[in-house]
């Protein structure tokens, strides 16, 4: 029975991906992953609910990596390091999960809409923490706004979505290398901060 609820969220996958959350119906899902109606009504109460499994997937994913990471490391700069790295792979692990939730998110209805928002709103939320926990124990730069940077490090991995190709140059890991050390760099305090304001053509409004 797992493996067929799994079957047909490969299929929905697919099918969605194709044609849009709209353009297939229950019947399409059905036939294509070779079951009934009866089989697809014992693991989803409706296409919503199927939709909603699809988006839930892999934000529950990276949001109990960041607790792991969490509860795993004691400094900031170890957690920051975990979170980042289990963030760039969701969008490997979950390359189409992601790319539907992004292509039909608008269809998920209010009561799914919420749950998504709840657990993303979490993942920010323990985000903003570190940092402001790193600034705080003087781990990374105080004269950041830290629901600024924290926002941007998401920004920033979000992106990947967009150009990331499983078959590319690079693999998901050496991804997470260069992003885990854009983003230490700068964060960390630098022990030449008066040469570094210097080469920069405008010195931001947050230095004093």
């Given at each position: ?7 047909i969220?490969?299929?929905s996958?697919?099918?969605?991906e194709?044609h849009?959350?709209h ?12 079951t ?15 939709l ?62 919420e749950?998504?928002?709840?657990k ?20 990374f ?10 926002m ?28 885990v ?8 305090p ?7 304001q ?11």
């Open positions: 029975m797992a493996n067929l609820r799994e079957t969220i490969q299929t996958l697919m099918l969605f194709q849009g959350f353009g297939v119906t229950v019947n399409q899902i059905v036939k294509s992953s070779n009934s109606k009866g089989g697809f009504y014992h693991h989803f109460t409706s296409k919503d609910e199927l909603f499994v699809i988006h839930d997937t892999f934000i529950t994913y990276v949001l109990k990596e960041a607790k792991v990471a969490n509860h795993t490391h004691t400094s900031p700069v170890d957690k920051i390091q975990s979170i980042i790295r289990a963030f760039v792979k969701v969008f490997d692990l979950y390359k189409p999960h992601i790319s539907v939730f992004y292509q039909e998110n608008l269809y998920l209805k209010p009561e799914y809409e749950q998504i928002k709840y993303r709103d979490q993942f920010k939320q323990m985000v903003l923490r570190v940092i402001e926990e790193g600034q705080q124990l003087g781990n730069r105080k004269e950041l706004p830290a629901i600024i940077t924290s941007a490090i998401l920004g920033m991995v979000n992106w990947i979505y967009k150009w990331y190709k499983d078959n590319g140059q690079y693999t998901i890991d050496e991804i997470a290398d260069v992003y050390d854009l983003i230490l760099h700068s964060l960390l630098s022990e030449k901060e008066e040469e570094y210097q080469t920069m053509l405008k010195v931001p409004f947050f230095y004093s």
